[in-house]
Each structure stands twice: as structure tokens, then as C-alpha cells.
């Protein structure tokens, strides 16, 4: 059984951790249905919210834009492992939708999963750091 995943930070064509997506069917360019946060500092991750306060100050979020693959069950434990899912990032539903072409205002409206950085492992939005780190490489 094969899984529909958005990707939206370094397992995206061109940055460093796309390899684990190597041989993996490419579905094509999608974003976010509902407004979503995404923050790119340091480690790159997506709220599954819309917005949040950080320092008395609202933080909207927008519809993330990304890459959807079809993978097999190899690559999701790849991936899985890189992203710490269920223990750091959690792998979650995501509403998407993709334009029908490139000039038109329609939209294909489709389910993908993607990871998320639950609120337990933020403090006013931005990701928490334990001791115990967190493995950046795979």
C-alpha cells in the first residue's frame, strides 16, 4: 500500500533530505487547503493551526505551498524516522488542493498526510529543544 505525502521543507526537490524520496512516484505542486504556519528558522515545520500569539502579537498563517509524492512503505519509514514521528514531528491528515493548470482559478481539492510539529514541542510557536536533541541527519 502506497501513502500520498506533502512535503514542504528539506524533503522537497532540491534541499539535502529529498533523497529519501528517491524512486517515489512526484504527483505534483500542491498547498494547503486551510491557512496554515509554517516556520523556516533553523529547522523547517508546519503548525496543524491557522495562527497563534508570539509576543503579543498575531501570527497568521497562509496556505503553505509544497511537493506531493506517492510513496511506498520503505520511503514513509525513511521519513518517519528522519522526522521523529509520532515522538517529535506527528504524522497527520492535511487538506490540499492543486490547481487544475497553470492559468486557471479551479482547484483539485485532495487528502495527503504531512508532518506536523505538535504544540507540545513549541513555546510561543517556535520549537523547544530537550537535552536530548533531536536527530537532524539520516
Known sequence: MKTKIFVYGTLKSGHH???????????????????????????????????????DKLCKGHHVTGEVYLVDKQALQMMDALEGHPRWYRRNPIRLRAKQSDNAMEYTRFMAEAYFMPPEKTKEGLPYFTKAGVRRTF
Open 17 to 55: 533530505n529529498h533523497r529519501l524520496l528517491h524512486g517515489q512516484e512526484f504527483i505534483g505542486q500542491a498547498e494547503t487547503c486551510d491557512l496554515k504556519v509554517m516556520h523556516c528558522t533553523g529547522i523547517p515545520f508546519l503548525h496543524d493551526y491557522g495562527g497563534y500569539y508570539y509576543n
